[in-house]
């Protein structure tokens, strides 16, 4: 859009007066953030309304993406990049003596999501406005983010992360004529109408409103606004008799407060399936009605919708869509059925068995019963048409949705739609070869890839501005919107005037980081060190543990020998442990514990620091990931899907420190094997233990002295106040035979990282692979993989 300061000025000083009725010097930066932001909504309503009325007017087929998670962090920079005017208020809150950062720091992040699959999501929902496609989000409204983490004497405590705060959400517009009504529980029996034709018939069942709210989705300077719906619950007014306590209102309220509640309990199982089906059915009741607006025949919905699945939290849409179409809208079940295999499309997110959601039966048909009775209809037909075509019995049973007491959402969403996607090409591989084998030998024509990618204007132009300001003066500002510019940057590795200048870029992150860690944890680092970063979700595959057992051989090495001559190194860490989950909250304590004896050794001289920095969330990755000098991603091969920090460190000069699983293969397609440090099995090594059952942590543990002291340190007193975290992780180790291999990959992880050692004390070559990364990262910008999307599975026009 077009603005000047001046003009910016007058209107942000209108908007302060009009609604917080004071001026500039008065206001506080929450004050000033509500403000900005109010006026930034004046900007954008025009092109979000116009935008609305261009989809409607030409029949616009739309993709409608469903995820339980998104993750957006902090709106306000992103919005003002987005409208091109972010330099302008910088310049014009310098003007007026405003500090940009404090009303930055004002907005608190949207806690809509926890990790990789959230972030994913609100990638795709920037690149499907900046590409152009039609393209919205539908998720909840929680009001309430998984928790907010303390560390507490080393260990997690949660707390509520309550992000609405007392500003609540500036970027929303609840729209009241879009509610819809949500059945739950009760029994349901089929009667025969006046036609003959059966219809349910519902008793006692509650009755929920699902009330909508927009948050606009900017596409990069490009005037295009696209939306993301997120649903919150009230109680219609015709039933708040049912409702008389305060406690009877809050089991309502409880579906859209908290993400992820713990599903340890049947209470809580029940409400995590209430969540689940509760956005889906108000997010496809809604399109139906949209599309119905538009007086087109509900039997080609899916020429102008599509619905896709996020992970299998969405994954009762399928039978959902069946249950709208067959009983509210009157479809025959044929017809129905091949307007929802045409509609609905899945992303498989994992390989790991435990993490494909299976509900009770029994629970399923209490809260939804008469979802539960379209399911076994919709297994019953599947059934008979795979034994019509001469299908194995026992592939059929693999690939039903009811069995042995449980439906299988996974299964579902594959037989109820016409696209399964994995996210890397590892990934996609294993899928075929493994985790979903009978599926694709039914149905070859539904599977493909679509690797991960990230926001590269968020990790870069956001986060990292004096990178920006770098590869801008080297080749021009063109790689702004047109990321794959970047590969200019290799023209330029070679040249020691640009790799010192690349060098000073992170020094100043690393400086940033620093100023961070000494204020909020008392640990002073030293930017000359290595930045060896660790942040992801604490999950025992992802391994964090194989790199706490290299700090600790690293710790005996230096009380062997301070004199050892190694590059000091700051091992840093960030994640959060869902709560139900022991092993990961020990483990914490346990990097917490180690970083309180190795900080305090003076005897170390520096050369060994570990900090762990707590609440890891986007903005605070936002500070860390251009800070790393080295990037962990070291899951055992073969379990991580994809991984999307991988690519921002990539993108912001990071060296990858690496397994072959997930995206870590493609990125070393992109960099080659000289500017990547890989390690460790490969996924078919790991698949021959598996096949093999050979696998045997104690007679390692028991021949290699150095695993051997490495992993009695656990036990042994060496780390202090861990006694019965360190009994823990050392029975997991020994005792329960090292589920994901650490000792197995612990030499070879160790050489790896003596490898980055030695690469690290020469600067040139260092830099020319940080140079050769940020220069080869625009292969996983999300606008391409969203336009993968649009075109090969949504077929959708920009």
Do not use: C
Request: proline share 3%; aromatic share 10%; hydrophobic share 40%.
């Amino acid at each position: 859009m077009k603005l000047t300061k001046e003009e910016f000025i007058r209107d942000f000083k209108d908007t302060l007066h009009e609604e917080q009725l004071i001026k500039v010097p008065d206001a506080t930066p929450a004050e000033l953030f509500t403000s900005l932001a109010q006026t930034v909504r004046k900007y954008y309503t025009p092109l979000w309304l116009e935008r609305n009325r261009k989809i409607s007017e030409n029949h616009e087929k739309v993709a409608y993406y469903f995820s339980i998670e998104f993750l957006p962090g902090r709106m306000l920079e992103t919005n003002l990049l987005n409208l091109g005017i972010l330099d302008i208020v910088k310049e014009a809150f310098a003007e007026l003596n405003v500090d940009f950062d404090a009303v930055k720091n004002a907005e608190h992040d949207m806690a809509l999501g926890n990790g990789g699959l959230g972030r994913l999501a609100a990638a795709f929902m920037d690149s499907l406005a900046t590409t152009g496609y039609p393209g919205f989000g539908n998720g909840l409204r929680y009001k309430y983010g998984l928790f907010k983490q303390r560390i507490v004497d080393g260990y997690q405590v949660e707390l509520p992360d309550s992000w609405f705060g007392s500003i609540g959400n500036v970027w929303e517009t609840r729209k009241d004529h879009d509610t819809v009504e949500v059945k739950l529980f009760g029994d349901v029996y089929l009667q025969a109408d006046k036609d003959g034709k059966l219809s349910p018939v519902y008793n006692n069942a509650q009755i929920l409103r699902a009330v909508p709210y927009d948050v606009p989705q900017l596409g990069y300077q490009n005037d295009i606004v696209n939306n993301l719906r997120l649903w919150d619950v009230e109680i219609p007014e015709e039933y708040e008799l049912d409702y008389p306590t305060i406690a009877d209102r809050r089991s309502v309220q409880d579906i859209t407060s908290i993400l992820y509640p713990d599903d340890s309990s049947y209470e809580g199982k029940q409400l995590r399936l209430v969540q689940e089906y509760f956005m889906t059915s108000a997010g496809l009741q809604t399109i139906i009605k949209s599309y119905l607006k538009q007086g087109l025949p509900l039997e080609k919905i899916h020429e102008k919708v599509s619905v896709h699945i996020n992970d299998t939290h969405p994954a009762v849409a399928p039978a959902e869509f069946m249950r709208l179409l067959v009983d509210e809208y009157r479809l025959e079940w044929d017809v129905a059925w091949d307007v929802t295999t045409k509609t609905m499309s899945y992303t498989n997110h994992t390989i790991l068995a435990e993490a494909l959601e299976k509900w009770d039966a029994e629970l399923f048909k209490k809260v939804l019963p008469r979802v539960y009775q379209i399911i076994l209809e919709i297994d019953n037909r599947f059934v008979s048409d795979m034994a019509s075509d001469g299908v194995a019995p026992q592939i059929i049973e693999n690939t039903r949705i009811v069995k042995d007491g449980l439906i299988h959402m996974a299964n579902l969403a594959i037989i109820g739609g016409y696209s399964v996607n994995g996210v890397a090409k590892l990934h996609t591989e294993l899928l075929k070869e493994d985790t979903l084998r009978d599926f694709y030998n039914l149905y070859p024509e539904k599977f493909n890839n679509k690797t991960n990618g990230i926001v590269q204007r968020r990790w870069t132009q956001i986060a990292d501005q004096p990178l920006s300001k770098t590869i801008d003066k080297w080749i021009g500002s063109g790689w702004r919107s047109d990321i794959h510019e970047l590969r200019k940057l290799n023209d330029l590795v070679d040249n020691p005037e640009v790799l010192n200048d690349f060098y000073h870029v992170k020094q100043e992150a690393k400086a940033r980081l620093a100023a961070y860690i000494k204020e909020t944890t008392g640990i002073e680092v030293s930017t000359d060190a290595i930045f060896d970063v660790q942040v992801k979700r604490l999950h025992a595959y992802k391994r964090q543990l194989l790199n706490v057992l290299n700090i600790i051989k690293q710790y005996w090495d230096l009380k062997d020998n301070p004199d050892k001559d190694i590059v000091p190194h700051v091992y840093i860490f960030g994640a959060k442990a869902a709560p139900g989950y022991h092993f990961a909250k020990s483990v914490i304590k346990v990097i917490n514990e180690l970083a309180n004896l190795i900080n305090n050794d003076s005897s170390l001289n520096g050369k060994l620091k570990v900090v762990f920095l707590e609440n890891y969330n986007v903005s605070l990755a936002e500070l860390i990931i251009p800070a790393a000098n080295v990037s962990e991603q070291i899951s055992l091969a073969s379990k991580e899907a994809s991984g999307t920090s991988n690519m921002k460190f990539m993108m912001t000069g990071a060296i990858t420190l690496a397994t072959l699983d997930g995206a870590n293969i493609e990125i070393k397609d992109e960099v080659g094997s000289d500017n990547i440090v890989i390690f460790g099995m490969d996924k078919d090594d790991v698949y021959r233990h598996y096949e093999r059952h050979d696998y045997y942590s104690r007679s390692i543990y028991e021949n290699n002295p150095i695993i051997r002291r490495v992993v009695d340190s656990f036990i042994n007193g060496t780390i202090p106040n861990i006694q019965g975290e360190g009994t823990e992780i050392y029975e997991s180790l020994i005792t329960h035979n090292d589920e994901y291999f650490l000792l197995e990959d612990f030499t070879a992880y160790v050489e790896a990282q003596e490898k980055i050692d030695q690469l690290y004390r020469n600067q040139e070559q260092w830099m020319r692979m940080s140079l050769i990364n940020i220069a080869n990262s625009d292969k996983f910008t999300s606008d391409d993989t969203i336009t993968q999307y649009a075109k090969e599975i949504w077929q959708l026009k920009n």
